[in-house]
């Protein structure tokens, strides 16, 4: 299997368990502004599914919740809940934009494999839980 290889961009800010990078960043305030959600939040989650079994998600909060962790880059709030970030912890968010198209990309540490769309992933809990070959998208 192929994979390809995008250029890092600058991170901006680093915390201890999430990283954006500056390109992740203003993808997230033009998203805010095209959908005029101001002081809307970026949720980024983990859940069941996809083709290696757990799958990223995300998308705009106009409300978090109390029990959200929330992270500040510049002037963007990134919330995450708790059952997710056990397996998000570490990661990066970017935002590659490339000749097929443009989209948000998550470099996790906790992924041992990832499937072919990189929408999907799998930890090495997982890993050792299922002996089964994925088929991608």
Do not use: W
């Not at 368990?17 to 980024?44: C, F, S």
């Amino acid at each position: 299997m192929a994979t390809l290889d995008f250029p890092m961009t600058e991170i901006v800010e680093q915390t201890t368990d999430i990283t954006m990078t500056e390109g992740a960043i203003r993808r997230v305030r033009a998203l805010i502004q095209e959908k005029q959600v101001p002081g809307a939040a970026l949720r980024v989650f983990v859940s069941g599914g996809g083709c290696s079994g757990m799958q990223y998600g995300m998308g705009l909060e106009p409300e978090p919740q109390a029990t959200d962790i929330r992270y500040q880059f510049d002037d963007v709030q990134v919330v995450i809940d708790p059952t997710s970030m056990t397996y998000l912890s570490g990661s990066r968010v970017d935002y590659v934009d490339d000749l097929m198209g443009g989209g948000f990309k998550i470099d996790n540490p906790q992924a041992v494999s990832s499937c072919g769309c990189g929408h999907s992933f799998k930890t090495e809990e997982a890993s050792q839980a299922s002996s089964s070959t994925d088929s991608c998208c």
